[in-house]
């Protein structure tokens, strides 16, 4: 299991991508990614841990490589 400062690293990331592809909800993200706001709000505060799939969703969203959201 990783470390928590890792989660909250990759947390951190996704709301960082978010805000610089000018996405400023939460919920306009879960509207752009397909992606339930829950589980956004999860990822960034580090209460969930990144699977490949959501990467890949959230780096079309936001634009990107989906890898740079997995640690």
Known sequence: MKARSQI???GQKVRKARLDAHIGTQKELAEKSGI??????D???GKRQMSPAWA???AE?????????ID
Not at 36 to 41: D, T
Request: proline share 4%; aromatic share 12%; no cysteine.
């Open 36 to 41: 339930p706001a829950n589980i956004i709000s």
């Open 8 to 10: 909250n690293y990759a």
């Open 61 to 69: 969203a936001v634009g990107g490589e989906w890898s740079d959201f």
């Open 43 to 45: 990822l960034e505060r």
């Open 56 to 58: 890949k969703r959230i």
